[in-house]
């Protein structure tokens, strides 16, 4: 498997992975690839990164900034992620995570929230901290990693691109 930066012909490619990456999870509303086209057009995706096996684009992941309300600023959000049903399973989505993780922390990042399954991603040090919050996002499944020993305290806005419906 090769971890390597997208490239502009993988795009297509990286939208269908995330489209049957997503199609059967339940609180899904669908929009993952648009998302992921919004932050490239606003020239956001500050780490894109795809998994290949074979020449074939299997996964993706995708971090960009995000805002927090008592002004920290070095804070990136992560997601989307996902890799081809046929695929998971086999540790492809971690490798992911943690390559993007470091390369955020070596452009110096101060830390990396998600939305996501507590029980998955405590494995990588997130975890929830209740001082750190998104609006319309239940506490349990907003978790944070910082980098280092601060910790903001506020509401976090991930970019506009989120709310990317087509």
């Given at each position: 498997m090769l971890i390597r930066n997208e490239t502009s012909s993988d795009?297509?490619?990286i939208s269908e992975v995330t489209l049957a990456a997503f199609?059967?999870?339940?609180?899904?509303?669908?929009?993952?690839?648009?998302i992921i086209n919004a932050l490239r057009k606003a020239n956001v995706l500050s780490?894109?990164?795809?998994?290949?096996?074979?020449?074939?684009?299997?996964?993706?992941i995708a971090f960009s900034p995000v805002t927090v309300s008592d002004g920290a600023t070095?804070?990136?959000?992560?997601?989307?992620?996902?890799?081809?049903?046929?695929?998971?399973?086999?540790?492809i989505g971690s490798v992911l995570i943690k390559q993007g993780l470091d390369r955020i922390q070596a452009m110096g990042a101060k830390g990396c929230t998600l939305v996501g399954d507590p029980n998955y991603y405590k494995?990588?040090?997130?975890k929830n901290y209740p001082d750190l919050t998104h609006e319309g996002i239940p506490q349990e499944v907003f978790l944070a990693l910082p980098f280092g020993k601060e910790i903001p305290q506020g509401?976090?806005?991930?970019?506009?691109?989120f709310q990317a419906k087509e």
């Amino acid at each position: 498997m090769l971890i390597r930066n997208e490239t502009s012909s993988d795009s297509n490619k990286i939208s269908e992975v995330t489209l049957a990456a997503f199609k059967l999870v339940s609180v899904s509303n669908q929009t993952e690839p648009f998302i992921i086209n919004a932050l490239r057009k606003a020239n956001v995706l500050s780490v894109s990164l795809v998994a290949e096996i074979d020449g074939r684009v299997v996964g993706h992941i995708a971090f960009s900034p995000v805002t927090v309300s008592d002004g920290a600023t070095g804070w990136y959000g992560l997601g989307p992620v996902s890799v081809e049903p046929e695929f998971q399973r086999q540790g492809i989505g971690s490798v992911l995570i943690k390559q993007g993780l470091d390369r955020i922390q070596a452009m110096g990042a101060k830390g990396c929230t998600l939305v996501g399954d507590p029980n998955y991603y405590k494995r990588f040090g997130f975890k929830n901290y209740p001082d750190l919050t998104h609006e319309g996002i239940p506490q349990e499944v907003f978790l944070a990693l910082p980098f280092g020993k601060e910790i903001p305290q506020g509401n976090v806005v991930f970019h506009q691109a989120f709310q990317a419906k087509e």
